[in-house]
């Protein structure tokens, strides 16, 4: 096996052993907008869309008590 084709596997069994995967749908169209914003914003659609979910938990959390 070529270099490349293992570590391709080597990456995918890390990212399956500690990660967990969402999908999310928007209407045609949006995901360019999305992605557009959050490279502007945050370098990466991950990264933006884990921001957003940890600020509405913090701020529903600080309601909650």
Same mark, same amino acid.
């Given at each position: $096996?070529?270099?490349? /084709?293992?570590?391709?596997?080597? @990456?995918?069994? +890390?990212? &399956?052993? %500690?990660?967990?995967? =969402?999908? $999310?749908?928007?209407? /045609?169209?949006?995901?360019?907008? @999305?992605?557009? +914003?959050? &490279?502007? %914003?945050?370098?990466? =659609?991950?990264?933006?869309?884990?921001?957003?979910?940890?600020?509405?938990?913090?701020?529903?959390?600080?309601?909650?008590?």
């Amino acid at each position: $096996m070529s270099d490349s /084709k293992n570590m391709i596997q080597v @990456i995918a069994k +890390y990212n &399956k052993e %500690h990660y967990d995967r =969402l999908e $999310m749908k928007v209407p /045609k169209g949006k995901k360019e907008k @999305i992605v557009a +914003y959050a &490279k502007k %914003h945050d370098g990466s =659609l991950n990264k933006f869309l884990n921001r957003l979910v940890d600020e509405a938990m913090d701020k529903d959390e600080e309601k909650d008590n």
